[in-house]
């Protein structure tokens, strides 16, 4: 009895296609990949040293064809940094719409901003609860309670459509023609709907569940005038867990060119000389902002002391701790707008009409990754310096939140306030080791010193200017 007929079949038949842009990245055992050459496709590919996750331009080409194969280390490496979801990734529209921002992201944009809980309001409010606009915090939802918010947005997806398409022109109706075209991903990806339509809607959910006179479900929104006042809480979960902070290391200083053109088309502003940090973060490159605080050192501006005392990568390797840190990530961009790229040209013997082992080919090495065509724009935080962690390997700057040393933190920006003169002068010292009129006599004293120092320069400068004077003199009179 011969062979079934249909693995030949389906291997003709063009039943399924692929994008040939998505990239597929392929992997595989030391011992598949070293002794059967297995990747898991329909034709073995011997690579005896390599990379260990590979990507290929085409599936149908095998052995015989010199099967083209590049490395996808640069895209699995992504993946694993940044697809485990603890990042929230938002598109230019997101940036835009600030009213619906969490308070982790508006922190910079409301100076007095005091809500620090689930559905809080600021207290005191300039604005009614009539005129504010409210929306659930999906990062502190568990996974059940987000899948019964989803379940709550299907049951509305009907009536929401229906509205979406009551409010768009009659000449826009008529060209939805095909069943498909009256779909939410149609009128979404079309532009026929605003971008934050789906915000806005998130938002009358909330809204309606607040003002129902017959819900018993209790949100958390505090008394304006009495009822317990507790402390200051982490604005979010993204602050508060160490475990969202992800460890970088510092590169170089931004530019002033740079800096200034970024703070004049930024909303958050900012100025002087404190130069954000350029931070390598998983495969990425993001800045370090000046602006907020650390909450460990909120009184203080801890995060400005920070972004000071870190120091950049000892280039020389002679210290490998230098510039490493901890970096809390506050915004996450991803635009389509890709980066000028530079040398992604086509090899120049393919443009002569030089032919090359015997075959047309085309350069692949100089084409362009899948990452280079996005732009990433992300702002950071430095929480925690590995060259400030002491021999039992707990970090000296924030500590486990809870603990005594969190609790009790000194900024270290206070001990720089005492100089070396006032340790010197015995100021701010134990009483009982103080001596009446000690503190007096060493001030005017350096006061002496300071004034004869002064006064020696001034000599200096007054003689050098003399003989200078009567050198011209003696030109002038020869």
């Known amino acids: ?92 529209d997101e940036v835009q719409a600030l009213p619906f921002l969490t308070k982790a992201q508006t922190a910079a944009f409301s100076r007095n901003a005091q809500s620090d809980d689930y559905l809080t309001e600021q207290i005191p409010s300039s604005e009614s609860a009539e005129d504010q606009l409210w929306m659930k915090d999906v990062e502190s939802m568990s996974e059940k309670e987000f899948e019964l918010y989803l379940d709550k947005i299907r049951k509305g997806r009907k009536e929401f459509l229906d ?42 959910l909330t809204t309606s569940e607040l003002r129902d006179v017959r819900s018993n479900k209790l949100n958390s929104k505090p008394h304006r005038t009495n009822g ?18 992800k460890k970088g290391r510092v590169l170089n200083k931004v530019s002033r060119y740079d800096n200034t053109q970024n703070t004049s088309r930024s909303l958050m502003g900012g100025g002087g000389n404190n130069l954000p940090w350029i931070v390598s973060l998983g495969g990425l490159t993001g800045k370090t902002i000046t602006n907020n605080n650390r909450f460990t050192d909120s009184n203080v501006g801890g995060n400005a002391y920070m972004n000071n005392s870190i120091d950049q990568t000892d280039y020389t390797r002679s210290d490998t701790s230098a510039g490493v840190g901890k970096f809390r990530i506050n915004r996450a961009e991803m635009g389509s707008n890709p980066p000028s790229v530079l040398a992604l040209k086509d090899s120049k013997y393919t443009n002569n009409g030089t032919k090359l082992t015997g075959r047309w080919r085309q350069s692949t090495a100089n084409q362009p990754s899948p990452l280079d065509t996005f732009r990433f724009d992300i702002d ?68 002496r010193e300071a004034t004869k120092e002064t006064m020696s320069r001034l000599h200096r400068l007054l003689n050098k200017h003399k003989v200078e004077a009567e050198v011209k003199e003696t030109e002038d009179g020869q």
């Open 163 to 204: 509205q979406k398409l009551n409010d768009i022109s009659t000449s826009i109706k008529e060209t939805l023609v095909l069943p498909e075209d009256n779909t939410l991903i149609h009128l979404s990806y079309t532009g026929k709907t605003p971008s934050n339509s789906t915000l806005n809607y998130q938002a009358a």
């Open 380 to 447: 950071l935080s430095i929480t925690d310096i590995e060259s400030e962690v002491d021999g039992a390997g707990a970090g000296v700057g924030v500590g486990q939140p809870g603990s005594r040393e969190w609790v009790g933190n000194e900024s270290k920006l206070n001990k720089l306030s005492m100089g070396t003169w006032q340790d010197e002068l015995n100021l701010g010292g134990p009483r009982r080791e103080r001596q009446k009129g000690e503190a007096l006599d060493k001030l005017k004293k350096k006061e």
């Open 228 to 245: 317990l006042v507790y402390s200051a809480k982490p604005t979010s979960s993204n602050e508060y867990l160490d475990t969202s902070s």
């Open 1 to 92: 009895m011969s062979s079934s007929p249909f693995p030949q079949l389906l291997k003709r038949a063009h039943i399924s296609t692929y994008d040939p842009l998505i990239t597929r990245i392929y992997t595989s055992t030391p011992s598949s990949k070293s002794q059967h050459s297995d990747w898991g496709l329909k034709f073995p590919v011997p690579i005896k040293k390599g990379p260990r996750y590979i990507k290929f331009n085409s599936l149908d080409a095998g052995p015989g064809v010199n099967c083209d194969w590049r490395s996808g280390e640069r895209e699995a490496r992504f993946v694993q940094a940044w697809g485990d979801g603890t990042v929230r990734w938002q598109n230019e």
